[in-house]
């Protein structure tokens, strides 16, 4: 991956996570919860967000090795003793981060598909960047260097989104599932969380989560390149 890539990655990363949990805090604040807003956590500024692992070094190290660039940031802090209906109302809360990033994600790739429109090099300059291996081409091409930067927008908050609805605590997954469970049947699925990250683990080291998001990312293709 070329420098150029990199930094478009690093920064469409930094963009969905910041959107993510500003949402989350967002939803929070309108179901009662003013936590997140007191301490600043509903903005738009990336650095109240950042975590040094989550947001910096894995996604930097995966970068580095060539791979789609993946994190997380600090988690917005949600008061449950503020929410009228706290189970419920986490449920919203928790889908409210995921949502935001399909919704980003549904918005680049609209723009793109305008751009192909306007200029029908775009698929060209795409389908040649993937299939070169993330070769940029000499010259200065605007509109194909924004299509790109949108690409990157509509895959990382993709897979932000889908990573994070997969009911296995502590992911946004979770807090969705636990709002449509039973009183009983809640408690027990909360003694999977002790246990989540290891879970979260072997599914990414088994592929199995890359099963989850490839026909999300053929639709993606599909749609850009027909």
Not at 33 to 52: C, E, F, K, Q, Y
Not at 193 to 211: H, N, Q, S, T, W
Request: aromatic share 10%; proline share 8%; glycine share 8%.
């Amino acid at each position: 991956m070329n420098a150029i890539t990199l930094i478009i990655s690093l920064f469409v990363l930094l963009f969905a996570i910041t959107v993510h949990e500003a949402a989350h805090g967002w939803a929070a604040l309108r179901f009662g919860d003013d936590t997140a807003w007191r301490m600043g956590r509903i903005s738009l500024n990336p650095i109240v967000h950042i975590d040094p692992i989550g947001t910096v070094l894995l996604p930097l190290l995966l970068v580095l090795v060539g791979a789609l660039p993946f994190g997380w940031a600090k988690p917005v802090p949600v008061n449950p003793f503020n929410l009228r209906h706290p189970r419920r109302d986490n449920l919203w809360i928790s889908a409210a981060g995921p949502a935001s990033n399909l919704t980003v994600a549904g918005l680049c790739l609209v723009v793109i598909v305008l751009l192909k429109s306007v200029s029908p090099g775009v698929a060209f300059f795409l389908r040649n960047f993937l299939l070169g291996r993330h070769v940029l081409p000499q010259g200065f091409y605007p509109l194909e260097g924004l299509s790109l930067i949108l690409f990157y927008g509509v895959l990382v908050n993709v897979y932000l989104a889908v990573f994070n609805l997969i009911p296995i605590p502590p992911l946004d997954g979770s807090g969705v599932l636990m709002g449509l469970l039973s009183d009983e049947s809640a408690q027990k699925y909360e003694r999977l969380r002790p246990f989540g990250f290891l879970i979260i683990l072997a599914l990414v080291y088994l592929g199995i989560l890359r099963l989850i998001i490839r026909p999300v990312e053929i639709f993606i293709l599909n749609v850009i390149f027909t």
